[in-house]
């Protein structure tokens, strides 16, 4: 595919997509009854029907039993730990490995022209960002989810929480199953705008911002802490009616789901006139800009309080103009109270 023909690249070869971002057709006005339906299949296809897919997938094949969770117990504490962690490999790995080691695209439709693996850094362990983010994934991410994931299905099975069954509440439960991707980015710009305070920013988050050219493997790389509060959304299932099959979904929108806004290519060519797009390019935003895009854009949140960036020349002035008058503020004298 040629990717001059969706997109342009500046003197230094950075690409972005011809259209501007655009928030999802939910929560604008005037609402628009065509442009949701329109809009509606991209809520589904690709990702969220993969991550519905896997969790179906590891709810009726690869979740021990209700009477083994009702005790804590290694034998299948280990087990939910390995099939995240191969979940993760295999999902993480395929793209790292068709993108950025096998390069079968070459940089067409790539953000950032340069490969993390050309850029050496001491921000990163041994000074590579792969080795970094894949040692920070499987070393504190992987284990956290594990533990966030363990103590859920340890509640479920000893009947601690409103739990419900399909047969009993089939219109709530697959409400609140379509409502979890925009419950997660809700929760997701609360603790994004959080961790964005200059203390924790600095002893928190930076080390997730270090990878200003993300990747796949950077999508979990964050500090301990960042993962601790990562995955609290799914708290919300022991406050309302739920079921563990939308548990283990909402579990793969926030780990799995995180690779949306890593993956550093706008679109993964299928063919010579055919690909996939990635969603990818309003997070890669953020990772760049590091003050615009906390959120996803489902919801318009960056919108309402000024931190949207769509992409555009356009959205790079508004983003200068909104840094010098905050810089502004900082600079400027008090006001002499006389």
């Known amino acids: 595919m040629d ?5 342009t690249r500046d003197k230094r070869g950075h690409w972005r997509p011809n259209e501007p971002l655009d928030v999802a057709p939910i929560l604008v006005w005037p609402w628009s009854l065509s442009k949701f339906l329109k809009w509606l299949p991209g809520y589904f296809y690709p990702y969220n029907i993969v991550f519905i897919a896997i969790a179906c997938l590891f709810w009726f094949y690869l979740t021990p039993s209700k009477d083994s969770m009702q005790t804590l117990g290694w034998g299948w504490v280990l087990w939910i730990f390995v099939r995240n962690a191969a979940s993760i490999l295999i999902l993480f790995g ?7 080691i096998r390069r079968r695209q070459g940089g067409h439709f790539k953000y950032n022209p340069k490969f993390p ?10 000074k590579n960002q792969n080795v970094d983010n894949a040692l920070r994934t499987f070393g504190s991410g ?20 409103p739990w419900t069954l399909f047969g009993d509440s089939p219109f709530w439960l697959i409400g609140f199953g379509l409502m979890i991707p925009i419950i997660h980015e809700v929760h997701f710009y609360c603790i994004h705008r959080l961790i964005h305070v200059p203390v924790l920013y600095k002893w928190v988050h930076s080390v997730h911002h270090n990878s ?3 990747s796949p493997w950077s999508s979990l790389s964050m500090h301990p802490v960042e993962h601790l509060i990562y995955w609290s959304d799914t708290l ?9 099959l939308l548990l283990l979904y909402h579990f793969q ?12 290519f706008d679109k993964i060519e299928t063919g010579a006139d055919s690909g996939v797009d990635t ?19 489902t919801i318009p949140i960056d919108k309402w309080f000024g931190t949207w960036h769509d992409g555009t020349p356009e959205g790079d002035r508004l983003m200068k103009e909104r840094f010098q008058r905050k810089k502004a503020r900082r600079t400027s004298p008090p006001e002499d109270a006389g």
């Not at 935003?285 to 854009?297: P, Q, R």
Request: aromatic fraction near 16%; hydrophobic fraction near 45%; glycine fraction near 10%.
């Open 117 to 126: 693996a050309e850029q050496p850094s001491d921000a990163f362990f041994f």
């Open 94 to 100: 395929a793209l790292e490995l068709r993108l950025y």
């Open 212 to 214: 200003i050219n993300p």
């Open 279 to 297: 969603h990818a390019f309003g997070h890669y935003l953020h990772h760049k800009y590091f003050e615009v895009n906390y959120a996803d854009g």
């Open 253 to 264: 929108v926030n780990s799995t789901g995180a690779v949306i806004g890593h993956i550093g």
């Open 142 to 161: 992987v284990p956290i989810w594990t533990v966030w994931e363990v103590l859920m299905l340890h509640a479920w099975a000893n009947g601690w929480g």
């Open 236 to 244: 919300i299932h022991l406050i309302l009616p739920s079921h563990p």
């Open 3 to 7: 990717d001059l023909a969706y997109g």
